[in-house]
């Protein structure tokens, strides 16, 4: 079994100060990690994965994310918000079954930038 | 390259009326999937197939259907229509090992009154 907990849902923050995204995770096996985005009535987007090569993971528009087994988290940072990140972020936990993948979202996190 | 189309992107229903919403996707992947989502509660996988011909049940099934007559197209039905189905759908298609990156359709906004 595997879940995935956002620690927060909701974070705001001022444009130009750092961001932080909290995503704790459980598995049985060796997973892949996933952040997607979602802006207000758009479809998902893919910020960054990993999948168990380098921990500290770079993603697209300056997000990174650094896997820590020990801590069983992927949190998702960036050293400074703008205006256009505001938007609703999605913690994925994905595992392969058998031959079946099987993807589990957090509950996500509304970021809100503040001017 | 469209990647995964969706149709329709809004759709309103009484309730008991049936419909189907669909999903095609161009990239030739063998997994693909169906969630909605709904305020507070992320994505929540109703049905996927790992391939032609091949479908199972997610974590919320009750009420949907869903058919793979083709790698091409997974359509969700909808067999009668309650309140409690009003959501946002998104269909996905997930490429090959080992990323298992989904590749999202731009939903379809369902309201059942």
């Known amino acids: 079994a595997q879940s995935v907990t956002q620690l927060d849902s909701h974070v705001s923050v001022s444009e130009g100060t750092p961001v932080l995204l909290r995503c704790n995770y459980s598995s049985s096996y060796s997973p892949s990690l996933f952040w997607y985005v979602q802006h207000p009535n758009k479809g998902l987007q893919l910020l960054l994965k990993?999948?168990?090569?380098?921990?500290l993971v770079k993603g697209i528009n300056g997000f990174e994310a650094e896997f820590k087994k020990s801590e069983t988290s992927f949190h998702l940072t960036k050293p400074s918000a703008h205006m256009s990140d505001a938007a609703e972020y999605f913690c994925v936990v994905s595992n392969l079954l058998g031959s079946a993948r099987q993807l589990t979202f957090g509950s996500g996190t509304q970021l809100t930038v503040l001017p | 390259n469209a990647g995964v189309t969706q149709t329709p992107k809004f759709q309103v229903l009484k309730t008991g009326q049936s419909m189907t919403l669909q999903c095609a996707q161009d990239?030739?992947?063998?997994?693909m999937s169906w969630y909605r989502q709904d305020p507070g509660m992320g994505l929540r996988l109703i049905h996927y197939?790992?391939?032609?011909?091949?479908?199972d049940q997610g974590e919320v099934p009750n009420g949907y259907n869903v058919s793979r007559s083709t790698t091409e197209d997974f359509p969700l039905r909808l067999l009668s229509a309650a309140p409690s189905q009003t959501s946002v759908y998104f269909c996905a298609s997930t490429g090959g090992l080992p990323y298992n990156e989904q590749f999202f359709g731009p939903g379809t906004r369902l309201t059942v009154l």
């Open positions: 990993y999948t168990s090569a380098a921990t």
């Open positions: 990239m030739n992947h063998e997994y």
């Open positions: 197939s790992v391939g032609a011909g091949i479908t």
